[in-house]
């Protein structure tokens, strides 16, 4: 595997499921981004790992819980979503937090019953 | 006022013509500029950095800094239909954040 992978690529749940995003990055890097996008509308920052930690959380409700145990996995622990909730939920990792390129995952397309 | 900006398009422009893409940011304290491209569908990918005022190029892609007017372009020169993209543009600011613009929309027409 190379660059930025995530798992599932696509994924449907109902508004009581608990289901969880992955994210590996097999570049080396220190930082990781969760994103999420919406139908024709910009990129929103949700979380940001540097080294592990967490140094960013821009207001994301709490039915979104991410997880970092190491600099190469990144999850995105999701419970009790709302239909609009639904969007494409992007990855990202990059050497130095924030000076450098950010490198994208595929996506995980979710969709919310 | 946001802290990047652009302008959602679409803009147009027919096969072998230039392109130019703009971007304005707010804080003049702003240190890296960088351009990408998405398809639609699919993850953004990287086209150009850039951290001194001035052009840098790569092939086709020019990328041009101005710090004192606070804007960064992209210029797409013989564009193509392939090219047809969102492109998104995206500062690290003064207060050492990573910020995405909008994107514009660029159609190339055949």
């Known amino acids: 595997e190379t660059g930025v992978t995530q798992t599932p690529r696509h994924l449907v749940m109902g508004m009581t499921n608990k289901k969880s995003l992955k994210c590996e990055q097999h570049?080396?890097?220190?930082?990781m981004y969760w994103y999420k996008q919406s139908a024709k509308k910009p990129l929103e920052l949700m979380f940001v790992y540097n080294f592990k930690e967490q140094t960013e959380n821009n207001s994301v409700p709490s039915r979104f819980s991410p997880e970092c145990p190491n600099s190469s996995h990144l999850f995105l622990h999701l419970h009790t979503l709302q239909p609009e909730d639904s969007a494409l939920y992007l990855c990202a990792s990059s050497q130095e937090y924030p000076f450098d390129e950010q490198f994208f995952g595929p996506g995980t397309r979710l969709t919310v019953l | 006022q946001k802290e990047v900006e652009q302008n959602s398009g679409p803009l147009s422009v027919p096969e072998g013509a230039i392109a130019s893409l703009n971007c304005t940011y707010s804080?003049?304290?702003?240190?890296?500029f960088f351009w990408y491209r998405q398809y639609s569908g699919k993850s953004p990918e990287l086209i150009m950095f850039i951290y001194s005022n001035g052009d840098k190029e790569d092939g086709r892609f020019t990328a041009q800094l101005n710090k004192a007017s606070q804007y960064v372009s992209l210029l797409i020169r013989d564009s193509q239909p392939s090219d047809s993209a969102t492109y998104l543009c995206?500062?690290?600011?003064?207060?050492?954040?990573?910020?995405f613009g909008t994107g514009t929309r660029l159609k190339v027409l055949a």
């Open positions: 995206a500062v690290t600011s003064g207060t050492y954040k990573y910020i």
């Open positions: 804080d003049q304290g702003s240190q890296s």
């Open positions: 570049l080396g890097h220190n930082a």
